[in-house]
């Protein structure tokens, strides 16, 4: 897996669900990439936080900024 399809199934990670599977491969491409464990633990922080004492479902405004902030992400690893 590269860096840029982990940050693309983030996306996937923000709406839902992930496969199983699909989480294996993510968690091998962690284990040994350091900027992606940045972003991801960040990513895992910000919907943590939003979850205690809130409802589950994320609002639209709030998926609208994780897109966004890993769109950036998404750009600058494609450009390192
Ligand atoms: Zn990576």
Avoid: S, W
């Avoid at 839902?16 to 464990?37: M, R």
């Avoid at 633990?41 to 890993?70: A, C, M, S, W």
């Amino acid at each position: 897996m590269k860096c840029e399809e982990l940050l693309a199934m983030l996306n996937e990670y923000v709406d839902g669900p992930i496969d199983p599977g699909i989480c294996e491969a993510f968690e091998k491409h962690l284990a040994g990439c350091n900027p992606c464990q940045v972003v991801v633990d960040n990513i895992r922080q910000t919907i943590t936080l939003y979850k205690n004492g809130q409802p589950y479902e994320l609002p639209q405004e709030f998926r609208k900024h994780l897109h966004t902030v890993l769109r950036q992400q998404f750009v600058k690893q494609a450009h390192r």
